[in-house]
């Protein structure tokens, strides 16, 4: 599965876009997650980098819910059980940060 998409592009702000809107107003633009277990990743900005990677910031729900920044290299690296990936919501729609605060 591709995770990043000329759609994702268009829609993503760029890093500290959003830095002082109220995260009501800040839209999740894309949602990763593990297949095999609870790791979530809500990109909310991001900006392709020099070296052609793309670094989002977001909220991680992993051990614990954090905001922070993530890179798509660091997402399509993780190998889980019988050699599954990281995957895109396809059908993730039209939420805010605050949803998952």
Partial sequence: ??????????????????????A???P????????????TWLA?????QE???????GMVHGFEKELGYFSLK?????RGPFGLKIERDLHFG???LSEFM
């Fill in 1 to 22: 599965m591709k995770l990043m998409t000329k759609e994702i592009e268009k829609k993503l702000p760029g890093l500290r876009a959003m830095e002082n809107v109220p």
């Fill in 28 to 39: 999740v633009v894309v949602k990763f997650f593990q297949p095999w277990g609870a790791w």
């Fill in 74 to 78: 660091e997402l399509e690296s993780v």
């Fill in 94 to 96: 039209k939420h805010f």
């Fill in 51 to 57: 070296d052609g990677d793309w670094l989002f910031f």
């Fill in 24 to 26: 009501d107003k800040v």
């Fill in 44 to 48: 909310t900005e991001g900006q392709k």
